[in-house]
């Protein structure tokens, strides 16, 4: 994940230049709820691409504390009330109500761009033509994704077609790991809770990719 180590102030991390130029903010709209609530924003890229600069944001983080970037992440990978509870557990507050600029108990500041809190208002391919919808759609082939549990910060490793859906990504999960009473598990990829109907190729998924896994027993 890279090297997030060091204990001087933290300076403003600047964003990465490759979305720079494709970042638009929208005035007056806003997404997310809560603390990861942020002004709404469209871009120029695609949802692989996103999916790849954010893994490019929490690898390069280098000034402040490499635990807290690890609870601010693991945070923006929950929904915003259990994000909330991490960062008061973490003892980490945020500034002007977002976790867009957020300060840990030894006064280190650290900040996160919108890019990395929320998906854009709209994809790069939400503008494609349709014949180049449907060819990417076919894009069908086996994967290997990690699942990482929010609790245990454990990985485990499944190999399905990226054409399954979520559930099925479950049962997999279920199959391979023979713990019925773990059946009541939430996915979330990119800081988004994923939706049973949906497929693995319809967020990007590539292989060695996380899912970040939020574990419930059953009863």
Same mark, same amino acid.
């Given at each position: 994940?890279?090297?997030?180590?060091?204990?001087?102030?933290?300076?403003?991390?600047?964003?990465?230049?490759?979305?720079?130029?494709?970042?638009?903010?929208?005035?007056?709209?806003?997404?997310?709820?809560?603390?990861?609530?942020?002004?709404?924003?469209?871009?120029?890229?695609?949802?692989?691409?996103?999916?790849?600069?954010?893994?490019?944001?929490?690898?390069?983080?280098?000034? $402040?504390?490499?635990?807290?970037?690890?609870?601010?992440?693991?945070?923006?990978?929950?929904?915003?009330?259990?994000?909330?509870?991490?960062?008061?557990?973490?003892?980490?507050?945020?500034?002007?109500?977002?976790?867009?600029?957020?300060?840990?108990?030894?006064?280190?500041?650290?900040?996160?761009?919108?890019?990395?809190?929320?998906?854009?208002?709209?994809?790069?391919?939400?503008?494609?033509?349709?014949?180049?919808?449907?060819?990417?759609?076919?894009?069908?082939?086996?994967?290997?994704?990690?699942?990482?549990?929010?609790?245990?910060?454990?990985?485990?490793?499944?190999?399905?077609?990226?054409?399954?859906?979520?559930?099925?990504?479950?049962?997999?999960?279920?199959?391979?790991?023979?713990?019925?009473?773990?059946?009541?598990?939430?996915?979330?990829?990119?800081?988004?809770?994923?939706?049973?109907?949906?497929?693995?190729?319809?967020?990007?998924?590539?292989? $060695?990719?996380?899912?970040?896994?939020?574990?419930?027993?059953?009863?």
């Amino acid at each position: 994940m890279g090297n997030m180590c060091g204990k001087s102030a933290a300076q403003p991390e600047p964003l990465p230049l490759s979305i720079g130029k494709n970042y638009k903010e929208l005035t007056h709209l806003f997404s997310g709820e809560g603390i990861k609530r942020t002004p709404s924003w469209e871009a120029e890229i695609t949802r692989q691409e996103l999916a790849v600069e954010r893994e490019r944001f929490w690898g390069t983080r280098s000034s $402040g504390n490499r635990r807290i970037w690890l609870q601010l992440k693991q945070a923006i990978e929950a929904d915003h009330l259990s994000a909330a509870m991490l960062l008061q557990m973490g003892s980490i507050a945020v500034q002007n109500g977002s976790m867009t600029a957020c300060v840990d108990a030894d006064g280190n500041r650290y900040e996160i761009p919108v890019y990395v809190l929320n998906d854009p208002m709209r994809f790069a391919e939400d503008q494609v033509a349709p014949q180049r919808k449907a060819q990417k759609s076919m894009e069908v082939k086996e994967i290997e994704v990690k699942l990482r549990s929010m609790t245990t910060q454990r990985d485990c490793t499944v190999t399905l077609s990226n054409s399954s859906t979520i559930s099925e990504l479950r049962t997999c999960l279920l199959q391979q790991r023979q713990e019925q009473d773990f059946a009541l598990c939430r996915f979330f990829f990119s800081g988004k809770e994923m939706k049973e109907e949906e497929t693995l190729l319809s967020y990007g998924l590539r292989q $060695g990719m996380v899912i970040q896994m939020l574990e419930a027993k059953k009863g």
